[in-house]
């Protein structure tokens, strides 16, 4: 209020101030355009919701210096508050009255000692401030404190926590490298076990094999001396004529045949052919060189370079499994990659007629497992400790000098190191492209 009412050393409250303009303002409202003071007229025109908050100044100025006016209010008040306006003109307050409605009342019905009252609300209304403001110091108080504790004890739950995962870790690790280690032994007394055994069915076989060997050498050397009686013989017949001797060299080629395949039958030789590959060892669960092929150069990712190397006679088709499943179909479980690609190479060994050898990583497995290989397909495991990288390494090296390897892999070091060795890397690009085809 812009100066201090009739009897009061200080201005209203804020609170008790904005009461008698709320209150002035509804009266306003409901007065005649005529009775309205005139510096309130424009105010009275605004909506009963602005005109207390846009009239404050104005409307509390007209209460200090119109007594009509503020009369005119007191009396809606008094309609309101009778018991509340009666106490205060006998000088007595009610001892549930509220402060701020007690000083408005004062203020605008003015009983004898009016400014007493105003002033015993601002005491009242000061005091419940301050208690307020104690009250709401000690709860700011009591949250700081409340988020420090729980800040502690949400630190201690997480290093209890992270303690209890560390231990876990720490468990399934020592269950882990335990059952590695049970594992290791297993398969190191069964392999003792079979190599026991194997020994000595070796020294059975190479003492029945010594004793054949003597007996057959015995044959191989009186056909022999029958051969060369032979042989003088066709030599002294030279002189009858040139059919004699083709007759008589014919029955020595006969009898060196029939001397080899008898040897072969006593010493229980195999009468298929092996292959090199056959003797690289791994895990299992099977001409012209590349570097002329065709005439014409193809670049690695050529379409119709894989065509070509297949038409090779004698080619070995080496192929780095899982490099090409995971390029291909990598969303698939290995047991599923295996089984399509082999799948696909099966057909391509019955077209192409080629040696083919797919070679898988060892290390991606939990165990041994079971693979049914599609005829004409080697398949191999590289071993514990190995990759299948030096697996095919060691394919490519027991081959013959000159002998046709290509090698399907997109693995840059791969390549280069079988290419150094004289065979031709394939991008896995192309076998995919083609497996597709078939």
Request: charged share 30%; with cysteine.
């Amino acid at each position: 209020m812009s100066s201090a009412g009739e009897g009061l050393s200080r201005p209203l409250p804020e609170q008790v101030r904005l009461q008698v303009v709320e209150l002035a303002a509804q009266v306003l409202g409901s007065m005649s355009a005529a009775t309205v003071p005139g510096p309130l007229r424009g105010i009275a025109k605004f909506d009963p919701r602005k005109r207390a908050r846009l009239g404050s100044a104005p409307i509390a100025a007209q209460l200090e210096n119109d007594k009509e006016f503020r009369e005119l209010v007191a009396e809606t008040l008094q309609e309101a508050w009778p018991e509340l306006v009666a106490a205060l003109a006998e000088g007595t307050v009610p001892p549930a009255a509220e402060p701020v409605m007690v000083a408005a009342a004062a203020y605008l019905t003015r009983p004898p000692g009016w400014p007493d009252l105003v002033e015993l609300a601002r005491a009242d209304l000061e005091q419940a401030a301050a208690a307020g403001s104690q009250r709401e110091q000690a709860e700011v108080r009591l949250r700081e404190q409340l988020a420090a504790h729980r800040a502690t004890a949400k630190e201690e739950i997480e290093r209890v926590r992270e303690q209890l995962r560390s231990a876990r870790s720490e468990n399934a690790e020592l269950r882990r490298k335990l059952h590695d280690a049970r594992e290791r032994v297993r398969a190191a007394e069964a392999r003792a076990a079979e190599l026991q055994a194997e020994t000595a069915e070796a020294t059975s076989r190479a003492a029945g094999a010594s004793g054949a060997a003597e007996t057959e050498l015995r044959r191989l050397k009186e056909r022999l001396a029958e051969a060369e009686s032979h042989l003088e013989e066709g030599r002294r017949a030279a002189r009858e004529g040139r059919s004699v001797e083709d007759t008589r060299i014919r029955v020595l080629m006969d009898a060196l045949q029939d001397a080899a395949a008898g040897l072969r039958k006593e010493l229980a030789l195999p009468t298929s052919i092996t292959r090199p590959a056959d003797y690289v060892t791994g895990v299992k669960p099977g001409e012209p060189g590349v570097g002329a092929v065709p005439a014409r150069a193809l670049a690695n990712d050529d379409p119709q370079l894989l065509d070509q190397l297949l038409a090779i006679p004698n080619l070995h088709l080496i192929i780095d499994g899982y490099n090409v499943t995971k390029t291909g179909y990598p969303s698939l479980t290995l047991a599923d990659q295996r089984s399509r690609i082999l799948t696909g190479l099966g057909g391509l060994a019955v077209q192409a007629r080629v040696e083919v050898t797919c070679v898988f990583d060892g290390a991606e497995l939990n165990g041994p497992v079971h693979v049914s290989a599609p005829r004409g397909v080697r398949v191999m495991f590289s071993a514990p400790g190995e990759i299948a990288d030096d697996l095919i390494r060691r394919l490519v090296r027991a081959e013959p000098s000159g002998r046709a390897i290509a090698v399907v892999s997109s693995d840059r070091e791969v390549a280069e190191s079988v290419r150094r060795m004289g065979a031709r890397p394939v991008p896995s690009t192309l076998l995919l492209r083609r497996l597709g085809r078939t």
